[in-house]
């Protein structure tokens, strides 16, 4: 069983910045996949940005360039730095791992992006 927990949301003005952080507890097998999701009002979830353990990187295009996954093995850890935040970034983020077919989900953490 794996457990994640998310943190470092909160309510943040339009051009500014957050860094979640979400720890990864439990079985955790050494070839995995960690990500963020993000789930807006009224919205379905969607993949933000995710990385392999090897650190290889992806993003969705509305974020590229503003947002900036990593992940620290050692202490299985996952962060997620967003710069240039706007109001369209707001949902609740969501972290996620991958290992041998199954997923494991976080219990989410508010970004608000507003003035």
């Known amino acids: 069983q794996v457990q994640l927990v998310e943190s470092g949301g909160g309510l943040v003005q339009p051009g500014g910045s957050l860094r979640l952080a979400c720890a990864a507890s439990?079985?955790?097998?050494?070839?995995?996949?960690m990500g963020w999701y993000r789930q807006g009002s009224g919205k379905e979830r969607e993949l933000v940005a995710n990385?392999?353990?090897?650190?290889?990187?992806s993003y969705t295009d509305s974020v590229k360039g503003r947002f900036t996954i990593s992940r620290d093995n050692v202490k299985a850890m996952v962060y997620l730095q967003m710069n240039s935040l706007k109001s369209e970034d707001t949902a609740v983020y969501y972290c996620?791992?991958?290992?041998?077919?199954?997923?494991?989900w976080g219990q989410g953490t508010q970004v608000t992006v507003s003035s």
């Open positions: 990385i392999s353990r090897d650190g290889r990187a």
């Open positions: 996620q791992l991958c290992q041998r077919g199954n997923s494991y």
């Open positions: 439990g079985t955790i097998f050494m070839f995995n996949v």
